[in-house]
C-alpha cells in the first residue's frame, strides 16, 4: 500500500521540484564537508643549450669564383703584305698543335724579290755617287792648292815687273799683260775655293741618299721576310681563315692561334670578398703601392688555385694572381682578379684532370694569409642574432655583423672572446628565459680554420 503511495506521488506535478531540491541540498552537504583543493603550479623544465666558447683563431680567409678559360697568349694572325698564297702547311687545320718555327703559309714573293733587286740597285748608284762626290772633294783640295802657289807666283812675278817698269826697262802693255795674268789666277783661284766649299754639302746630301736608299733596302727585306708566315712560339691553331691560291690584302685575317705554355681566368669579386682576402696584410705606404705589378701582387699575399665546378674528384690546378682589374664594374659592383695556370697541357691526369682548353667554365678559389679572427659556427647565427648564454643560465639575443665563408662566420663586431655561444637551434628563442647550458664535447671551429677555408692542396 505505502509503495503504491510513493509511485503515486511521483506520478504528480511536484515530484520533480522535489527531487531537483533534494539533490541540490545533497551536493550543498558534501561541498561543505569535503576538504579543500590545493592548486600547485608546475614549470616546463628549461630547454638544454649545447654551446661553445667564443675564442680568436688563425683563419684563412677564402673567396671563390668563377670564369672562363683563356690562352695566356692569343695569336691573331693578319697579312703584313698583300698577294697571293702560294704554299699552305697541310697541317694548319683547327685544333692542331704546332711547335715553335712551324711554316704556316707563303705568299707570292716574286713582286716583293723585284722591289728588292731595285732597292739594292738604288742603294748601290747613290753610294756611287757619295764616292764620286768625296773624289771630286779631293781633286779640289789639290786644284785649290796648286791656284794658291800659281797665284804666290804671279804676285811675285807682278811686283818685279813693276820695279822694272819704274826703271823704264819695260812696257806699260807688259806690266797691263802681267796684271791681267794676276787677275785671272785670282779668279781661277776663287772659284776652285767655292767649289772645295760646295763639295762637303753635296756629299752630306748623297749621304742622306745612301741611307734613304738603305732604309727602302730594309723595307724591301722586310716586305719579302713577311711572304713567309712562321708560327713564333709552340702554338694551338684555333682558326683558319684562308685557303691555297687565295688572294690575301694587306691586314687580312690569316689564322688565329694561342700558346700552350699558360692559361689565365679572369674571375669576379665583390669588394667586401677582396677586402676579406688581404685582412692580414700588412699596410702599404705610397712607394709601395706604386711599385711594380708584380710586387704589389706578392705583398698581397694571395694564393689560388683553379678546378672544375662540376668534377667528383676535384683535382686542383695550381695557380698565381697576376693582376688586377683596373676600374670596378659598373653594374655588379665588382673587380678583376686575373690568375694564371703554368704548362694546363703538361699537368694530365688522364679522364680526371682534363687540360685546361679555352672557353672552359672553371672554379677559381683564392686564399689570403692567416689572420688572428672570432670564428664561429654559420648555424649559431639566426637573422644576424647568435644565441649567448647570460648571467644566471639565461638566454641572451645577440645582434652581430658576420661574413660568411662555407660553414663558418666571421665575427666582425658583437662578440667578444669567452662569450658561451649556443649551437642549440631554441625554438621559441626568448631572451631572459632560463636555459640548461652544456660545454659541446666538439669543436667543430677548430677543424674547419684549418681545413675547410683552404682549397686542397693550396697551401702544400
Known amino acids: 500500500m505505502e509503495n503504491k503511495v510513493a509511485l503515486d506521488f511521483f506520478k504528480t506535478k511536484y515530484a520533480l521540484p522535489a527531487v531537483a531540491a533534494a539533490g541540490l541540498l545533497l551536493a550543498v552537504i558534501i561541498v561543505n564537508i569535503s576538504p579543500e583543493i590545493e592548486h600547485v603550479s608546475v614549470g616546463a623544465p628549461p630547454p638544454l643549450a649545447e654551446y661553445i666558447e667564443a675564442k680568436s683563431r688563425p683563419f684563412a680567409p677564402r673567396a671563390t669564383g668563377f670564369g672562363f678559360v683563356e690562352p695566356a697568349t692569343l695569336l691573331e694572325a693578319g697579312a703584313e703584305v698583300s698577294g697571293r698564297i702560294t704554299y699552305l702547311n697541310p697541317r694548319v687545320k683547327a685544333g692542331a698543335f704546332l711547335p715553335e718555327g712551324t711554316d704556316i703559309l707563303q705568299i707570292d714573293p716574286t713582286d716583293y724579290e723585284l722591289a728588292l733587286a731595285e732597292a739594292r740597285a738604288n742603294l748601290a748608284a747613290t753610294k756611287a755617287q757619295k764616292k764620286e762626290q768625296e773624289m771630286r772633294l779631293v781633286s779640289a783640295k789639290i786644284a785649290f792648292e796648286i791656284s794658291e802657289r800659281n797665284l804666290v807666283?804671279?804676285?811675285?812675278?807682278?811686283?818685279?815687273?813693276?820695279?822694272?817698269?819704274?826703271?823704264?826697262?819695260?812696257?806699260?802693255a807688259a806690266l797691263d799683260i802681267e796684271e791681267q795674268s794676276m787677275l785671272q789666277l785670282r779668279q781661277q783661284m776663287q772659284t776652285r775655293l767655292q767649289t772645295l766649299e760646295t763639295l762637303p754639302s753635296e756629299i752630306e746630301v748623297a749621304s742622306a741618299r745612301v741611307k734613304q736608299n738603305q732604309v727602302k733596302l730594309k723595307e724591301a727585306e722586310q716586305r719579302l721576310?713577311?711572304?713567309?708566315?712562321?708560327?713564333?712560339?709552340?702554338?694551338?691553331?684555333?682558326?683558319?681563315?684562308?685557303?691555297?691560291?687565295?688572294?690575301?690584302?694587306?691586314?687580312?685575317?690569316?689564322?688565329?692561334?694561342?700558346?700552350?705554355?699558360?692559361?689565365?681566368?679572369?674571375?669576379?669579386?665583390?669588394?667586401?670578398?677582396?677586402?676579406?682576402?688581404?685582412?692580414?696584410?700588412?699596410?702599404?705606404?705610397?712607394?709601395?703601392?706604386?711599385?711594380?705589378?708584380d710586387e704589389l701582387i706578392s705583398r698581397l699575399g694571395l694564393k689560388a688555385e683553379v678546378m672544375l665546378p662540376d668534377s667528383i674528384d676535384r683535382i686542383p690546378w695550381p695557380a698565381a694572381v697576376v693582376r688586377l682589374g683596373e676600374t670596378q664594374d659598373f653594374e655588379t659592383r665588382t673587380l678583376a682578379v686575373v690568375v694564371r695556370v703554368e704548362d694546363p697541357y703538361g699537368r694530365l691526369l688522364t679522364a680526371k684532370r682534363p687540360p685546361l682548353l679555352r672557353g672552359m667554365y672553371v672554379e677559381v678559389n683564392l686564399v689570403g694569409n692567416f689572420i688572428e679572427s672570432l670564428v664561429i659556427p654559420r648555424h649559431a647565427v639566426h637573422s644576424g642574432i647568435v644565441y649567448v648564454v647570460g648571467e644566471g643560465d639565461t638566454l641572451i639575443l645577440r645582434p652581430v655583423i658576420v661574413t660568411y665563408q662555407g660553414d663558418l662566420a666571421i665575427v666582425q663586431s658583437g662578440l667578444e672572446r669567452g662569450d658561451k655561444i649556443i649551437l642549440t637551434d631554441l625554438v621559441p628563442a626568448v631572451s631572459g628565459m632560463k636555459i640548461k647550458p652544456q660545454a659541446s664535447n666538439t669543436d667543430s671551429v677548430a677543424g674547419n680554420t684549418q681545413g675547410s677555408p683552404v682549397p686542397s692542396g693550396i697551401l702544400k
Open 153 to 172: 807666283l804671279a804676285d811675285q812675278g807682278l811686283e818685279r815687273k813693276r820695279g822694272l817698269r819704274t826703271k823704264g826697262t819695260i812696257s806699260q
Open 225 to 293: 721576310a713577311r711572304t713567309k708566315i712562321q708560327i713564333p712560339f709552340q702554338a694551338r691553331i684555333a682558326a683558319v681563315h684562308v685557303d691555297e691560291g687565295e688572294y690575301i690584302n694587306l691586314g687580312g685575317k690569316l689564322f688565329d692561334a694561342h700558346s700552350m705554355d699558360a692559361v689565365e681566368i679572369s674571375t669576379r669579386l665583390s669588394l667586401a670578398n677582396l677586402q676579406n682576402l688581404i685582412a692580414g696584410m700588412q699596410e702599404l705606404s705610397v712607394d709601395q703601392v706604386l711599385s711594380t705589378p
